[in-house]
């Protein structure tokens, strides 16, 4: 498996395996802000059985609705939570980012959504457990200890083209007054390049939205076949709407190479569950 080290080349540590009863991967840049709880899940520690083993966390993909309700139950025991503490996304590959508070705590789990067409949550309130969902798509992290604000958002393909980060980046300064540059980021386990073929439609409209940088996102393979790079395209993205370098971890770790420890959509041919992206505000002491 291709990208399965959890360190860059440069040695620095981008995400860390928690290897308890329930395995969930974790950011050591966005640990150090001190002001989050946060975890990408596997799917490993859950009680689905079948093509959802074990961690599903999708009511609609044909699991056992109780297994799921009993998986959101263990991940809500990290977060010291009860499962009425989440707020989930409902995705449907827009830019629509939503902020939300505690009168929504419960949407998508213990409760039915109000609202439709939602890629991005945003809050600024402690205890709220933002909550988004993938298979091979791009997670998006961003934490303001500044502001005491967070976002969280899913970016596929369209997402990406549509700069799903910038995007979120704006709301969060529009609600809370975030700046960029204060905002700490991190791109979430995803397919990786050699995995993802996009059709020559895909291929240009990511050319003509980052034009002058085609040789970073993209390798042709002829018969109208290319590679694209969602990882570069979203560090693109949000370098460029005022992110820090040294405040963006970048994921080296692919869905698809990875398929016995993560969900991925491509490797499954469809034939699985969901992982999910989690971001909580801690308690102000």
Not at 45 to 72: C, H, K, Q
Not at 159 to 165: F, L
Not at 209 to 225: T, V, Y
Request: glycine share 10%; net charge negative.
């Amino acid at each position: 498996m291709r990208y399965c080290d959890f360190k860059r080349k440069d040695g620095r540590q981008i995400l860390e395996l928690d290897h308890q009863e329930l395995p969930l991967l974790r950011y050591p840049l966005l640990e150090q802000t001190g002001v989050v709880e946060h975890a990408f899940t596997t799917r490993g520690g859950g009680v689905s059985r079948g093509i959802y083993e074990s961690l599903n966390l999708s009511f609609t993909r044909g699991d056992d609705p109780e297994a799921v309700m009993e998986n959101y139950r263990r991940l809500a025991h990290v977060f010291g939570k009860e499962p009425d503490a989440f707020v989930c996304s409902d995705q449907t590959h827009t830019t629509n980012v939503l902020r939300v508070d505690r009168s929504c705590a419960g949407y998508g789990v213990t409760r039915e959504r109000p609202y439709t067409d939602v890629d991005g949550l945003i809050t600024d309130e402690a205890g709220l457990i933002l909550s988004t969902f993938y298979a091979d798509c791009v997670p998006l992290f961003f934490v303001d200890p500044v502001h005491h604000a967070i976002g969280l958002s899913h970016s596929g393909w369209r997402g990406t083209v549509g700069r799903m980060g910038a995007v979120t980046l704006e709301a969060m300064e529009r609600e809370f007054g975030s700046e960029p540059e204060q905002i700490f980021a991190a791109v979430g386990p995803s397919i990786c390049q050699d995995c993802y073929e996009v059709s020559a439609d895909v291929a240009n409209a990511f050319c003509r939205e980052f034009a002058g940088h085609e040789r970073e996102i993209m390798l042709d393979k002829g018969n109208g076949k290319y590679q694209l790079d969602l990882w570069k395209c979203n560090e693109i993205v949000l370098l460029e709407a005022g992110i820090r370098r040294e405040q963006l971890a970048v994921t080296n770790i692919c869905t698809c190479c990875n398929s016995r420890l993560l969900f991925s959509h491509r490797a499954s041919h469809g034939k699985r569950g969901n992982l999910g992206a989690f971001l909580m505000l801690r308690e102000k002491s």
